[in-house]
C-alpha cells in the first residue's frame, strides 16, 4: 500500500522540482541573484525530499 503513495509523493516532487528549476532559469535571466540563490536552496530541499521518498 505505500509503494503507491511514494510513487505519487515522488512524481509530486520531480514536478516541484522541475518548477523551481524554471523558477531558477528566470530569476538567473532577470539578474536577481539572491531570489535564484533561495530558489536553489529550495530546489536542494525537494531533490532532498525526493531522494528519501525513493
Known amino acids: 500500500m505505500n509503494a503507491p503513495i511514494r510513487q505519487s509523493q515522488a512524481e509530486i516532487l520531480s514536478r516541484l522540482y522541475d518548477m523551481k528549476r524554471k ?10 541573484s539572491l531570489r535564484s540563490q533561495v530558489l ?7 531533490s532532498n525530499a525526493l531522494k528519501a521518498s525513493r
Open 23 to 32: 523558477q531558477i532559469e528566470q530569476a538567473l535571466q532577470q539578474g536577481n
Open 40 to 46: 536553489e536552496a529550495e530546489a536542494e530541499a525537494i
